[in-house]
């Protein structure tokens, strides 16, 4: 019987879920692993009353995961960036895939040496050096990470009208002049991949696309939430949670009743029960 119920892309057949740094926050995330793909894991979280039905059996754990697509190219900008040991008079070493996805703290790290398209994907971000047939070395050049980061962000703000999670900011947009909605969108997208990207890269993108409002680092995302922060829909849907929290309940009858009542000079109910001296 399984333990918990996972969405998996069709065809993918899932071989073992492995811990990885995540690259923006470096904190330890779950991942999985098979034979042609990294893929990210995200848990929608249930009530504790929920569960699953499959065939004749139950899963009490009612939660749903998720597993997308993730490019691992994520995972190594930040191990790239810091195992090169750039200086202003060196560019950086050049570092074996191997050494490269060393690590006493992350072991899984090293199964990314797997993935079939790996060097084809560095080639779009690295400098790379053949010593021997079939046997490279890597360094993570800026200038190709930059052009990469800003295909990336173009790609989505040709296609913004078709991504689900713009559709809320561009209701935004009727505030906003006709000529600065190009850099609003590509403001956005940036904030999309900020999600997957650390803090030095993150600044090292708005200098390059020349933003004029840098997107914060530490911004969040709601992936699941049909409303974002900031947004007029969010600020209304988080007044209308206050108000009913704070809203009294309706008093039945005969609660208004006793509420009217005279109870001048009558004892309080407790004062029945105090200890007596």
Partial sequence: MPNWIAIIPQGNQLIRCISLPHPRTGTTALFALNQSNLLEYRKLPSNSQHSWFIKDTVVRNGDLSILFPFNPLYILIPILTKRRQKSIDSKGKLLAIDDLLLSDEYLDLSLLSSLPNLHDQLSLICDIQEISQNEFYYRLNDDMLMHWLEQK???????????????????????IKEDAIPEFRKRQAVLLLADNLDKSTVQMLNTHLNLNEAVSFESKYAYFSQSTPGHPEAKKMAEKAVEKETKKPDLSHGQKKLAKANIKGMKSLSSFFAKKE
């Avoid at 703000?157 to 935004?172: E, G, Q, R, W």
């Fill in 153 to 175: 962000v173009a790609t989505i703000v040709n296609n913004y009208d078709n991504y689900p999670l713009m559709k809320v900011l561009k209701s935004t947009e009727s505030a």
